[in-house]
T-cell receptor, first 115, second 110 residues
Framework: GAVVSQHPSRVICKSGTSVKIECRSL??????MFWYRQFPKQSLMLMAT?????????EQGVEKDKFLINHASLTLSTLTVTSAHPEDSSFYIC???????????FGEGSRLTVL | LAKTTQPISMDSYEGQEVNITCSHN???????ITWYQQFPSQGPRFIIQ???TKVTNEVASLFIPADRKSSTLSLPRVSLSDTAVYYC???????????FGQGTELSVKP
């Protein structure tokens, strides 16, 4: 079964609204989680590294004020897309590593469609 | 972070062995090589990881030459369900962030 779960799997929202995506590690604690974005027929692009109890580290070109990341506990990280626009429509995937250097598990992904 | 290069696409037929080669010329001493599989609208799934020589598990083998500048993922007797995108990644010391390259889109035909 899945060890990293995302919710919701699909979300449709109106332009200008905010959407929150949750990422949970189900049977292990994850001090670090990673958020990726994937457009159709493209590879995964790392957006940010989510650190429990501290600020996320964003990759170059990713707006931290638009993509808010909160890692409030060792099993939950959230990504909030603020004031979403149609160009934010994408597949968002989170991942977490079991232990400091263990296998990296990916969530099932969340499909965001902004109308 | 080491950059990886792999073929954009490959075609195969059911029952054949498929070998996907990835080059990572600037791999560092503490880097591990990891392969992931991704189906449409799903998150990537771990296939295999290795550091040198050969690693085998229940689904694949990974061949890494002595210079470690390339690696080959071998899928024995592929089936239609193996149609997916396969990503080769270099991972520092089995920790830290993973940067995905372009991936290889494998199409298995009947």
């Amino acid at each position: 079964g899945a060890v990293v779960s995302q919710h919701p799997s699909r979300v449709i929202c109106k332009s200008g609204t905010s959407v929150k995506i949750e990422c949970r590690s189900l049977d292990f604690q994850a001090t670090t989680m990673f958020w990726y974005r994937q457009f159709p027929k493209q590879s995964l692009m790392l957006m940010a590294t989510s650190n429990e109890g501290s600020k996320a580290t964003y990759e170059q070109g990713v707006e931290k004020d638009k993509f808010l990341i909160n890692h409030a506990s060792l099993t939950l990280s959230t990504l909030t897309v603020t004031s979403a626009h149609p160009e934010d429509s994408s597949f968002y995937i989170c991942s977490a590593r079991r232990g400091g250097s263990g296998e990296l598990f990916f969530g099932e992904g969340s499909r965001l469609t902004v109308l | 972070l080491a950059k990886t290069t792999q073929p954009i696409s490959m075609d195969s037929y059911e029952g054949q062995e498929v070998n996907i080669t990835c080059s990572h010329n600037n791999i560092a001493t503490n880097d591990y090589i990891t392969w992931y599989q991704q189906f449409p609208s799903q998150g990537p799934r771990f296939i295999i990881q290795g550091y040198k020589t050969k690693v085998t598990n229940e689904v694949a083998s990974l061949f890494i030459p002595a210079d470690r500048k390339s690696s080959t993922l071998s899928l024995p007797r592929v089936s239609l369900s193996d149609t997916a995108v396969y990503y080769c990644l270099v991972e520092y010391n089995q920790g830290g962030k993973l940067i995905f390259g372009q991936g290889t889109e494998l199409s298995v035909k009947p």
